[in-house]
C-alpha cells in the first residue's frame, strides 16, 4: 500500500512538474539527475526495457485479431536493390519491431517499428510536441517504408508514444483500427475497447516512466568469498593493506 501511494505521488510530481523526494543528485553515469534525465540516460538499459514493453504490449494486442504475428521480424537480404534514400536501413540489421500478416489487407504482411519519446527533453524544447511526432515519423519512414515497400512487398508504419501518454498521428490511426478489430471480434463495445486500449497502455507508460526514475544504475560492489580470503590472509600475516 506504501509502495502504491508513493508511485501514486511520484506521479503526480511528474505530471505537475514538481520535484521529486529521495533522488540522487547526481546520474551514475556522471550527469546532473532529474526527470528529463532520467527518460533519456541509456545506463541500466531502461530505455531500451521502456521501447520493448511498448512493443510486447502491441504486438500482444495485435495478436487478439491477427494469427500470424512476429516480433522483431528479419526483412529479406538486398540483392542489388538500390535505395534512392541514404537513411534506409540497408543492412542485415534491419528488423522492425512487429509484422502482422493481414492487418491492413489480406495475405499482405504489415510491418510496424516503435518509438518513445520524451517531449520534455531539451532538444524539443523550441518544437511543438505535434511536431516533435511528425519528425519521429519522418525518421522511421525514411529508415524501413522504401525497402518494405519494394523488396517485402509490405507496407510500413511508424508507431511513435511519447512518456507523458500522447501519440502521433499514425499511432492514432492504427489504435482506433485495432480497436475496431478487437471490438469487432469480441463483440465488446467499441469505445470501451478503445478506453481499454488507452488506460492500459497509459499505465504502462506511467510504469516505464517510474522505472527509469526510480530504477538503480549503479553496479553495487559485493564482496566475493575470494576478498574475503585475501583479507583474512592479509589480517593473520599482519599485513598493512588498504580494502577500502
Do not use: W
Request: aromatic share 10%; charged share 25%.
Amino acid at each position: 500500500s506504501s509502495g502504491i501511494n508513493a508511485e501514486y505521488g511520484d506521479c503526480l510530481r511528474i505530471r505537475y512538474g514538481k520535484e521529486l523526494t529521495g533522488v540522487p543528485a547526481n546520474c551514475a553515469c556522471g550527469s546532473q539527475f532529474n526527470v528529463t534525465h532520467a527518460l533519456n540516460c541509456p545506463k541500466g538499459g531502461f530505455v531500451s526495457i521502456r521501447h520493448n514493453e511498448v512493443r510486447d504490449f502491441l504486438a500482444n494486442m495485435i495478436s487478439q485479431v491477427q494469427s500470424d504475428v512476429e516480433v522483431e521480424p528479419h526483412l529479406q537480404p538486398l540483392e542489388g536493390e538500390q535505395m534512392r534514400l541514404r537513411s534506409a536501413i540497408t543492412g542485415d540489421q534491419a528488423r522492425p519491431d512487429i509484422r502482422a500478416r493481414g492487418f491492413y489487407r489480406a495475405g499482405q504482411q504489415a510491418y510496424f517499428d516503435i518509438k518513445v519519446v520524451n517531449p520534455n527533453s531539451e532538444s524539443y524544447v523550441k518544437t511543438a510536441t505535434k511536431k516533435v511526432y511528425e519528425n519521429a515519423e519522418k525518421q522511421k519512414i525514411r529508415s524501413y517504408n522504401e525497402r518494405i515497400i519494394n523488396v517485402e512487398r509490405g507496407s510500413f508504419v511508424p508507431l511513435i508514444f511519447s512518456t507523458s501518454g500522447g501519440m502521433g498521428r499514425q499511432s492514432e490511426t492504427f489504435v482506433k483500427l485495432l480497436c475496431n478489430k478487437i471490438s469487432y471480434k469480441s463483440r465488446q463495445n467499441y469505445n470501451d475497447t478503445v478506453r481499454y486500449f488507452r488506460t492500459k497502455l497509459s499505465f504502462l507508460l506511467r510504469k516505464l516512466v517510474l522505472l527509469c526514475v526510480r530504477g538503480t544504475r549503479a553496479i553495487k560492489q559485493t564482496k566475493t568469498c575470494e576478498d574475503t580470503d585475501f583479507q583474512y590472509i592479509c589480517f593473520a600475516s599482519k599485513l598493512n593493506v588498504n580494502f577500502s
